[in-house]
């Protein structure tokens, strides 16, 4: 919550995006609630003044132990010190869908 703007939106890949820091906060929190691990490597970022792009490695695992690993390029647009908008690209089949 801390590092969104109030009006921020998120996309991931071509779905419409996601607006507003307390929707962005909902989804999010429901998709945590379903793991029991969640691991995250940043392999590299470049910053270009307010606009950044991170590439992740994931793994996540499901209450029922099932592990999806996946690599997810994330693309920020902050203003002042939170994020406006963001865009996230990763093979959807990787995840489960």
Known sequence: ERFYTEDASM???????????????AHEKAVLSRMTRVDSKCVSS????????????????????????????????WRGDRIFRERFFYDPASIGG
């Open 11 to 25: 996309q991931e890949n071509a779905a419409p995006p996601r607006v507003g820091r307390d929707v962005l906060v």
């Open 46 to 77: 470049t910053v270009e003044g307010d606009r950044v792009a991170i590439h992740w490695n994931f793994v996540l695992t499901e209450k029922s132990g099932k592990v999806h690993r996946f690599d997810e390029v994330a693309l920020q647009e």
